[in-house]
């Protein structure tokens, strides 16, 4: 979907805590984030950056505050929000036994998606249009993280939940995220510890 059909998005956090037991991570996090203006999460190692990303796919429940996805007119419900967003995380485990394209033919069925081309056409996106049939036990580490992407930008999500999305990648595949990260049509959330990748985006928060 090009910018132009694209209803306008509005993610907004406001006054996030979360606790793990006894430990406070995230402590009063508001935040607001529109197509086009991507927004950076930086902090050291610990501070709870994949924490706010996870929070704001609804992955995980805070402890106190609330996120709220306005897609056009519509504001989206907690349960639906999954759909909206494509979440770019480390902690995805992929299946080894399946192959990359089996991989997205299958979050396809499980997301309700049917068109068989977007699966070809996102892989191709993500450099692995000729590695489509091959198991995900044969990717390299960097392959595997692309494939990640590929998983997050299959269902063409108004939201972009990016998390560490360079970490493993080549410098084709930082140009990759450069290019997601610079779409004017998404809103786009970047947790990253690399200055060059924070630096992608026009807006920054900081969590300690
Ligand atoms: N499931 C969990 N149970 C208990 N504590 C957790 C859990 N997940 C994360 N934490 C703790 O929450 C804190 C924040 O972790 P998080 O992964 O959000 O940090 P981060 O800023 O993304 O770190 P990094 O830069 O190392 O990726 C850490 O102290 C971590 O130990």
New binding site residues.
């Given amino acids: 979907m090009n910018g132009e059909t694209r209803p306008k998005v509005r993610l907004r956090g406001r006054d996030i805590t979360m606790h793990?037991?006894f430990?406070a991570?995230l402590r009063g996090i508001s935040l607001e984030v529109r197509e086009g203006t991507p927004l950076s999460v930086t902090?050291?190692?610990?501070?709870?950056?994949?924490?706010?990303v996870k929070v704001l796919a609804g992955v995980l429940t805070p402890t106190g505050g609330s996120v709220d996805l306005t897609v056009g007119e519509t504001l989206v419900s907690a349960d639906e929000r999954a759909h909206r967003v494509g979440l770019v995380t480390p902690d995805l485990a992929l299946y080894p036994q399946l192959s990359a394209r089996e991989t997205l033919d299958f979050l396809a069925r499980v997301r309700g998606l049917t068109p068989e081309a977007d699966v070809l056409s996102t892989l191709a996106r993500v450099g692995l249009g000729d590695r489509a049939d091959d198991y995900v036990s044969t990717f390299s580490t960097g392959m595997r993280q692309r494939l990640r992407i590929a998983t997050a930008l299959l269902h063409d999500p108004p939201v972009l939940l990016l998390?560490?999305p360079g970490a493993t990648l080549d410098a084709s595949g930082r140009d990759l995220v450069a290019s997601l990260v610079r779409e004017p049509s998404r809103a786009v959330v970047l947790?990253t510890?690399d200055p060059e990748e924070a630096a992608l985006c026009a807006d920054q928060i900081s969590?300690v």
């Fill in positions: 793990y037991g430990r991570i902090g050291p190692n610990g501070s709870g950056k994949s924490t706010l998390d560490e947790a510890n969590v």
